[in-house]
């Protein structure tokens, strides 16, 4: 049984940063991927950021240099900092962990935190 509960969400100005944190109550935390993403309005879920089981992470473009995952294994958690933040960053965030092994268990979600970037 997997359970990822996000918080941290909420309303920031332009430039602005937010910390989203993602609690998961799971087994083996260390073996899975974990991963953010995000959903605009009338647009599709897109992965923001991938901090996979070996500490490596990745991040899609527009959020590179801005943005910061990071995981702590004895602690379940999976972080994102989110630093000079954008109006086109608002969106509901979802943590999501995937054990990518043979066989694959998951993806995971949680139920999405929202984070609003507006004047």
């Known amino acids: 049984q997997v359970h990822l509960v996000e918080s941290g969400g909420g309303l920031v100005q332009p430039g602005g940063s937010l910390r989203l944190s993602c609690a998961a109550k799971?087994?083996?935390?260390?073996?899975?991927?974990m991963s953010w993403y995000r959903q605009a309005p009338g647009k599709e879920r897109e992965r923001v950021a991938t901090?996979?089981?070996?500490?490596?992470?990745n991040y899609t473009e527009s959020v590179q240099g801005r943005f910061t995952i990071s995981r702590d294994n004895a602690k379940n958690t999976v972080d994102l900092q989110m630093d000079d933040l954008r109006p086109d960053d608002t969106g509901v965030y979802f943590c999501?962990?995937?054990?990518?092994?043979?066989?694959?268990?998951?993806?995971?979600w949680g139920q999405g935190t929202q984070v609003s970037v507006s004047v």
């Open positions: 999501s962990a995937v054990r990518l092994t043979f066989p694959q268990v998951g993806p995971f």
């Open positions: 799971m087994s083996f935390f260390n073996m899975y991927s």
């Open positions: 901090c996979n089981r070996f500490g490596n992470t």
